[in-house]
C-alpha cells in the first residue's frame, strides 16, 4: 500500500514539474530579440563611443542585441 502511493505522489510531482517548465517555456517574456531601427541606432552609437574612445579597435563586430524588458537595459553580443 505504501508503495502504491509512493508512485503516485512521484507521479504526481513530475506532472506537476512538466507543467511548470511548460508554463515558464511559453510565458517567457523576460527577454526579446529585437532588430528594429531602435536597435541599430543603439548599435551606431556604441560603436561611435568605442572608436572615439579606444585607439586599438579595429572592427567591431554584433552578434546579437537584446533588451531584458523586466529592467529596462539592452544587451549587445
Known amino acids: 500500500m505504501k508503495k502504491i502511493i509512493g508512485l503516485f505522489i512521484g507521479i504526481g510531482i513530475l506532472i506537476v514539474i512538466?507543467?511548470?517548465?511548460?508554463?515558464?517555456?511559453?510565458?517567457?517574456?523576460?527577454?526579446?530579440?529585437?532588430s528594429d531601427p531602435n536597435s541599430l541606432l543603439k548599435q551606431?552609437?556604441?560603436?561611435?563611443y568605442i572608436a572615439r574612445n579606444y585607439e586599438s579597435v579595429k572592427e567591431i563586430k554584433f552578434e546579437n542585441t537584446y533588451e531584458v524588458k523586466k529592467t529596462g537595459t539592452w544587451h549587445v553580443l
Open 44 to 48: 551606431e552609437q556604441l560603436a561611435l
Open 18 to 34: 512538466g507543467i511548470g517548465g511548460i508554463v515558464y517555456m511559453d510565458n517567457n517574456e523576460g527577454v526579446h530579440m529585437k
